[in-house]
């Protein structure tokens, strides 16, 4: 079923201007830097061949993981960065399956409640500001039973591990990319259920599905 066209509503004041300003700017090499094998393809594509039905991604970059996506599901992809939106358009334009580009911030999200089956994340907890604000966001437009996919960096549990990637986030920080989170308990508080966590890289890189457990009662909380 082709997806109906969202009218995003421009983005709103939350959205950190100094880090969509380092976005729109980190576009213009981020295939430069990040276009590599090291992307780890094979392991994203197992993990997108999990998406079912109205799909939302998050956030799609230049577009580079839309190789990796299955043809059948409608999906909107958005991106808080419209430099990165424009960059992405070529490659959505060569994707054979319904996937529509859409400028938003996702610590809020321009779309009803419970208006996908599938939210996907891509290396984008560790580039947002506000994870928590973000998870709660997610939550909120999956359905109820619906799944989250995500593909993402953390910090290791690993004492000397966790304590370099600390360190590399005082550098990286500056160009918007947090080495050091704990995506799995922000995505807990925000309501989800864990379902599976496969290790791509050690406990560092990893590719994750969670529920939105369908009657999960009280409002999760919000955290950052
Ligand atoms: C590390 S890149 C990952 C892009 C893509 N998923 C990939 O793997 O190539 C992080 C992306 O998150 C986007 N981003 C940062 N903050 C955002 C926000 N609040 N809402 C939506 N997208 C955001 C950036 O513009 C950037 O495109």
């Given amino acids: 079923m082709a997806a109906e066209p969202f009218s995003p509503p421009g983005l709103p004041q939350r959205c950190e201007i100094r880090l969509k300003t380092l976005w729109e700017r980190r576009a213009n090499f981020y295939d430069l830097c990040e276009g590599s094998d090291l992307r780890r393809g094979a392991h994203k594509k197992a993990l997108f061949r999990r998406i079912q039905g109205r799909t939302l991604f998050v956030a799609i970059g230049t577009g580079l993981d839309i190789q990796h996506l299955p043809a ?53 907890m560790c580039s947002v500001p506000c994870p928590g604000i973000v998870f709660s966001e997610l939550h909120r437009v999956l359905r109820p039973g619906g799944r989250l996919l995500m593909f993402e960096h953390v910090r290791s549990s690993n004492a000397v591990l966790g304590a370099v990637l600390d360190l590399m986030t005082m550098a990286t920080r500056r160009r918007g990319t947090e080495m050091n989170r704990d995506t799995i308990t922000a995505a807990t508080k925000a309501g989800f259920r864990i379902l599976q966590v ?23 909380t919000r955290s950052n």
């Avoid at 990165?84 to 996937?99: H, N, P, T, V, W």
């Fill in 72 to 124: 059948g599901p409608a999906i909107i992809a958005i991106d808080v960065s419209s430099a990165m939106i424009e960059r992405s358009r070529k490659r959505a334009q060569r994707f054979a399956g319904d996937l529509q580009l859409v400028q938003s911030d996702a610590a809020s999200l321009c779309f009803p409640g419970e208006s996908f089956d599938t939210v996907v994340t891509s290396c984008t």
């Fill in 198 to 220: 496969e290790s791509i890289f050690l406990d560092i890189i990893l590719a994750m599905e969670a529920l939105k457990v369908p009657d999960a009662g009280a409002r999760p």
